[in-house]
């Protein structure tokens, strides 16, 4: 199987180094807007094909699959274009700045009749797959406490583009958010804001989901000051957490310490989720069973993002 890339950043760099690992796969092709990036990157990985567009790199490698890894503000037109091509895509995260961006790139994959894949890493540590392998055979009720920390004046720093900034619930929260619908059972039915988001004045942020299979879902974001990104899931037999999110411990009932779960080799070797991520999308991709998440799946975050922050 052969897999393409467009962007040639750090993120991009994770990718390929991941996608190679699978067996069977080649990462055939690069394309980048600054093409020295791009040269720079294929030298250092082996990528045989450097190309000027999408659609040159499609004809020139024959590529299966491409994995869309740029700035969120260009994966838009940058998506569309590897819609015009039938290979799968797949998207990194997060599926457009906002809601409004995410929803008219499902458009466009509506319309053309294609399946999209978001990259959301977090799905695929040992600590996450760990904690839903053992939850799946629990019944009960389950209570989801996400804590989230983010700084819009530090994302400014950093150089990120002003709407990013101004939406960086959607770029960065998304990767606790994720949590609340990857394990929460059921569909919301009901968001309800308790500390709302107050733009710029906001300090934290506090929203409670409730779900139709009776599990209840809490955020916390800190927006301004320390704090971290962690989960808990709660039942009547067991409680998991995570924190930092590549850990896991879990405390059975009746028990007053913490077990904690042997992170995966392959946590240690790539970015955390990257090495399974990609083994889930070449399965996808080739039509097998996968639990790559689809662009469907992945909007009703962005939606219930929307819903926590009212925007």
């Known amino acids: 199987m052969k897999v393409a890339i467009v962007g040639a950043g750090n993120i991009a760099r994770e990718h390929v180094r991941a996608f190679a690992d699978v067996p069977g796969v080649e990462v055939a092709g690069i394309h980048s807007r600054t093409r020295s990036r791009a040269e720079e990157l294929a030298r250092e990985q082996g990528i045989p094909a450097v190309c000027d567009s999408v659609g040159e790199m499609h004809d020139a490698t024959g590529a299966d699959l491409v994995v869309v890894a740029v700035n969120v503000t260009s994966a ?20 457009g700045y906002n809601l409004e961006d995410g929803e008219d790139i499902l458009r466009a994959t509506d319309e053309a009749g294609r399946r999209v894949y978001v990259g959301l890493n977090r799905r695929f540590l040992s600590s996450t797959r760990a904690a839903l392998e053992d939850l799946e055979s629990r019944s009960g009720p389950r209570f989801i406490h996400v804590q989230d920390q983010q700084d819009q004046s530090a994302a400014a720093s950093l150089g990120q583009p002003k709407e990013v900034v101004e939406n960086w619930m959607y770029a960065n929260s998304i990767h606790v958010i994720d949590y609340i619908s990857l394990f929460g059972r059921g569909a919301v039915v009901n968001v309800t804001p308790i500390a709302p988001w107050r733009g710029e004045d906001t300090h934290v942020v506090l929203a409670k989901v409730d779900f139709d299979s009776g599990d209840v879902g809490l955020y916390e974001g ?76 992945v909007m009703e975050t962005m939606r219930l993002i929307g819903a926590i922050f009212g925007r």
């Open 76 to 95: 838009n037109a940058v998506s569309r274009a590897c819609l015009e091509h039938p290979w799968a895509v797949f998207l990194e995260k997060p599926p």
């Open 222 to 297: 800190l927006w301004k000051g320390p704090g971290p990104w962690a989960v808990s899931i709660s039942t009547p037999g067991i409680r998991w957490e995570m924190r930092p999110l590549e850990s896991a411990t879990f405390q059975p009932s009746g028990e007053n310490r913490l077990h904690e779960v042997v992170t995966d080799v392959r946590d240690r070797e790539f970015r955390p989720g990257f090495r399974l991520q990609a083994e889930m999308a070449v399965s996808a991709a080739l039509g097998k069973s996968s639990e790559s998440p689809t662009l469907d799946e």
